[in-house]
C-alpha cells in the first residue's frame, strides 16, 4: 500500500512536470514576456477614459482581453508564417518549424485565445465585442502584409493601437477623438522599434522576396525612419497630455522618455547592430512601463 501511494504521487509530480512544461512552451511560442509592450498603453487609455482609476472589474476584464487578443495574434502569427520561419535560420528553432508545437495544437490555441479576447470584450461593454472581428482582422492582415508592402511595420502599429482605444471604449462606451493622439503615438512608436527589429533580418528577406522598410530602404535609411518614427511618438504623447490637462508628474515622465528613447537609438548604429536585443526588448518595455505610471500618478498628485 505504501509503494501504491509513493507511485500515485509520483505520477502526479511527473504529469504536473509535464503540464508546467506544455504551459511555458506556448508562451515562449507567444513570447509572453512581450506583453509589457501593449499592456501600459492600454490601462493608460483606461485611465484617461476613466479620469482615475477604473473599476477593479473593468482592469480584470480589460486585462483578460488584452492577453486573449495577444495570445491569439502571436498564435495566429506563428501559424500563418511557420513556412517562412522553418526557411530563416533566426527563427527556425521556433515552436512550430522545430516540431515542438504541433500546427493544430497550435490553431486550437488561437482559436481559445480569440474566444477569451472576445467574451471578456463582451463582459467589458457591447461596443467593444461587437469590434473586437475587426481587431482580429486587423491582426491577422499584419501577418501577410510582409508578402506585399514594406508599410507592414505600420500595420502592426495600428492593430497594437487597439489597446488603447479599446481600453476607452471600455470604460466609457464610446468613441471619442481625444483618444485618438495616443492611439496614433502608439502607431509610431511601434512602428519605429519594429523597423529596429527588422534590421536583423535585412538579408534573410531579400533573398526570401519579403518586405521591409530595412528590406527597401537599407539599414542606414531605416535607423533614420525609426528615429522619426519616435519623434512623432513623443509629439504625439505631449499632444495627448495637452488634451487631458495633465500636471507636472506626467511631463517628467515624457522627459524620461525622451531620454529613453535618445539611449535607445543610441545604441542602434548602421555599422552595429550588437546591442539590438537590448534596444527592443529592455528600452521599449521601459518606455511603456513609463507612460503608465506617469498618468497613474498624476491622476492621483
Not at 81 to 104: Q, V, W, Y
Not at 255 to 281: M, N, R, T
Amino acid at each position: 500500500m505504501l509503494f501504491l501511494g509513493y507511485k500515485r504521487r509520483y505520477v502526479i509530480i511527473l504529469a504536473m512536470e509535464m503540464v508546467k512544461e506544455r504551459f511555458v512552451l506556448y508562451l515562449r511560442m507567444i513570447k509572453f514576456s512581450h506583453s509589457v509592450f501593449a499592456l501600459p498603453f492600454a490601462f493608460t487609455g483606461a485611465l484617461f477614459a476613466a479620469g482615475g482609476v477604473p473599476s477593479w472589474d473593468q482592469i480584470f476584464w480589460i486585462a483578460l482581453a488584452m492577453v486573449g487578443a495577444r495570445s491569439g495574434a502571436m498564435g495566429m502569427n506563428r501559424i500563418i508564417d511557420r513556412h517562412i520561419d522553418a526557411a530563416n535560420p533566426r527563427t527556425a528553432s521556433r515552436e512550430i518549424p522545430a516540431g515542438k508545437i504541433r500546427l493544430i495544437d497550435a490553431i486550437i490555441f488561437t482559436v481559445l485565445s480569440f474566444v477569451v479576447m472576445m467574451y471578456a470584450a463582451w463582459k467589458l461593454q457591447p461596443l467593444c465585442f461587437y469590434l473586437s472581428p475587426l481587431a482580429i482582422a486587423i491582426l491577422a492582415l499584419y501577418s501577410w502584409t510582409k508578402r506585399f508592402t514594406w508599410g507592414s511595420h505600420f500595420v502592426l502599429g495600428i492593430a497594437i493601437a487597439g489597446a488603447p482605444l479599446g481600453a476607452w471604449i471600455a470604460v466609457t462606451g464610446s468613441f471619442s477623438w481625444t483618444i485618438l493622439p495616443l492611439c496614433i503615438g502608439v502607431v509610431f512608436w511601434l512602428a519605429g522599434f519594429d523597423v529596429l527589429y527588422a534590421l536583423q533580418d535585412i538579408d534573410f528577406d531579400r533573398s526570401y522576396g519579403l518586405h521591409s522598410i530595412p528590406q527597401r530602404f537599407g539599414i542606414a535609411h531605416s535607423i533614420m525612419i525609426a528615429r522619426a518614427c519616435h519623434v512623432m511618438t513623443w509629439i504625439l504623447l505631449a499632444w495627448t497630455g495637452h488634451i487631458f490637462g495633465v500636471n507636472d508628474v506626467y511631463w517628467v515622465g515624457l522627459l524620461i522618455i525622451a531620454g529613453l528613447l535618445v539611449y535607445e537609438h543610441s545604441l542602434i548604429k548602421p555599422d552595429d547592430l550588437s546591442k539590438l536585443d537590448f534596444a527592443f526588448f529592455n528600452m521599449n518595455g521601459y518606455i511603456s512601463v513609463t507612460i503608465f505610471v506617469a498618468t497613474l500618478l498624476d491622476l492621483f498628485i
